[in-house]
T-cell receptor, first 113, second 115 residues
Framework: KNQVEQSPQSLIILEGKNCTLQ??????????LRWYKQDTGRGPVSLTI?????NTKSNGRYTATLDADTKQSSLHITASQLSDSASYIC????????????FGTGTRLKVLA | EAQVTQNPRYLITVTGKKLTVTCSQN?????MSWYRQDPGLGLRQIYY???????DKGDVPEGYKVSRKEKRNFPLILESPSPNQTSLYFC??????????????FGEGSRLTVL
């Protein structure tokens, strides 16, 4: 069964610290993987996208990695800020033939001053 | 401005009173989808559509209906709402064609309470 699992479920860090969120997937076939940021009560917004051939992608203080062999992705946040407090959702998309989005349940990050 | 617009943003209703949540996108996207989000369960897909007049069930379609008569609109219909449909609902759309990576663009959400 196609699944996306994220860990940890929640995380609390101090402002300025780094953190890494994990995403493991069993989706096959695979087209791409995106990390979305969702502020409380708002719609998710895309942060990064990884395709099969990409290992690393950065967007400011956010760096995503992908290991297609082990089917693992991570999102690393550097020098966290209070505004990073949000849920981070890993979403895997299947190729055009099926065109499915498989969602993880998210990691809730809280950054404290 | 490219956007997905949902209405209403907030709604309190009573059991059995039919309601419709509208969703409109201005990006000429083929794919549109509805999700509900409940604490601890993440986003769960209700229905999706890959083009006009083409709709299909997601993971939790019971109690919901949709229609796709125009490319830009994808309303969610609750014929007889029940308290277990109290949730935060999101509409999303994406461009499927032309090698696009299919980024989902989400609306701002509609918080529904059924008493």
């Amino acid at each position: 069964k196609n699944q996306v699992e994220q860990s940890p479920q929640s995380l609390i860090i101090l402002e300025g610290k780094n953190c890494t969120l994990q995403c493991n997937y069993t989706v096959s076939p695979f087209s791409n993987l995106r990390w979305y940021k969702q502020d409380t009560g708002r719609g998710p917004v895309s942060l990064t996208i990884m395709t099969f051939s990409e290992n690393t992608k950065s967007n400011g203080r956010y760096t995503a990695t992908l290991d297609a062999d082990t089917k693992q992705s991570s999102l690393h946040i550097t020098a966290s800020q209070l505004s990073d407090s949000a849920s981070y959702i890993c979403v895997v998309r299947t190729p055009s033939g099926t065109y499915k989005y498989i969602f993880g349940t998210g990691t809730r990050l809280k950054v404290l001053a | 401005e490219a956007q997905v617009t949902q209405n209403p943003r907030y709604l309190i209703t009573v059991t059995g009173k039919k309601l419709t949540v509208t969703c409109s996108q201005n990006m000429n996207h083929e794919y549109m989808s509805w999700y509900r989000q409940d604490p601890g369960l993440g986003l769960r897909q209700i229905y999706y559509s890959m083009n006009v007049e083409v709709t299909d069930k997601g993971d939790v379609p019971e109690g919901y209906k949709v229609s796709r008569k125009e490319k830009r609109n994808f309303p969610l219909i609750l014929e007889s709402p029940s308290p277990n449909q109290t949730s935060l609902y999101f509409c999303a759309s994406s461009l499927m064609a032309g090698g696009n990576t299919g980024e989902l663009f989400f609306g701002e959400g509609s918080r529904l309470t059924v008493l």
